[in-house]
């Protein structure tokens, strides 16, 4: 059993950055991913990360803008989000899976953090 807790969320203006943080206890796993979720849409994938942190993986919209990366002695994932946009305005969450391949899809992960609010507004 994987728990994962996010941090880092918070309000930030257009064109700036934040870093979330994810920590990760209990059994081994895989391949890491975060998803985000604004409201009215469907949870919608970000960016993800290998066992190993050799292979990474972005959405088209957050490309050149976001860095995923990993620290497996701490266990933990960043985020770090840059030349934020309005439209980059959600919920966050980071997700663990047991596989390091297909992690652009929801369903291949088995467990999931809270959620952290990242909003950007002028």
């Known amino acids: 059993q994987v728990q994962l807790v996010e941090s880092g969320g918070g309000l930030v203006q257009p064109g700036g950055s934040l870093r979330l943080s994810c920590a990760a206890s209990?059994?081994?796993?895989?391949?890491m991913g975060w998803f985000r979720q604004a409201p009215g849409k469907e949870r919608a994938f970000v960016a993800a990360?290998?066992?190993?942190?050799?292979?990474?993986y972005y959405a088209d919209s957050v490309k050149g803008r976001f860095t995923i990366s990993r620290d497996n002695i701490k266990n933990t994932v960043y985020l770090q989000m840059n030349s934020l946009k309005p439209e980059d305005t959600a919920v966050y969450y980071c997700?663990?899976?047991?596989?390091?391949?297909?992690?652009?899809?929801?369903?291949?992960?088995?467990?999931w953090g809270q959620g952290t609010q990242v909003t950007v507004s002028s």
């Open positions: 990360i290998s066992g190993t942190g050799g292979n990474t």
């Open positions: 209990g059994r081994t796993f895989n391949g």
């Open positions: 997700a663990a899976a047991q596989v390091s391949y297909g992690l652009g899809r929801a369903n291949q992960y088995n467990s």
